[in-house]
């Protein structure tokens, strides 16, 4: 059974920051690049963070504050989040593909999380 599990959510001040995990099983996580999107209300699902063997890619909104992170050996991505702000808050979810392409156009995406609440808070 493949399973990406976010957790680390929660409610934060604006300058604070949270760590988000994103735990998988189910397939060769190594193979994979893992990707971080978000989703407020009423709004796009939108791009964060993604992390593949060898690269890591940011939005422009977060690049300097977030930071993209994985530990093969626990098969697990880590998304660090510094300086938060309001417009920060959303559903984070994680998401794998087969390359960092796919997870930077939003196409094929293999496998979807079920997503961690971010609340900040001004």
């Known amino acids: 059974e493949v399973q990406l599990v976010e957790s680390g959510g929660g409610l934060v001040q604006a300058g604070g920051s949270l760590r988000l995990s994103c735990a998988a099983s189910?397939?060769?996580?190594?193979?994979?690049?893992i990707g971080w999107f978000r989703q407020a209300p009423g709004k796009e699902r939108e791009r964060v963070s993604c992390?593949?063997?060898?690269?890591?890619y940011y939005a422009y909104s977060v690049k300097g504050r977030f930071t993209i992170s994985r530990d093969n050996a626990k098969n697990t991505v880590y998304l660090q989040m510094n300086s938060l702000k309001p417009e920060d808050a959303a559903v984070y979810y994680c998401?794998?593909?087969?390359?960092?392409?796919?997870?930077?156009?939003?196409?094929?995406?293999?496998?979807w999380g079920q997503g961690t609440q971010v609340t900040v808070s001004s």
């Open positions: 992390i593949s063997s060898s690269s890591t």
């Open positions: 998401a794998a593909a087969l390359t960092p392409w796919a997870i930077w156009t939003m196409r094929t995406i293999d496998y």
């Open positions: 189910g397939f060769t996580f190594d193979d994979y690049a």
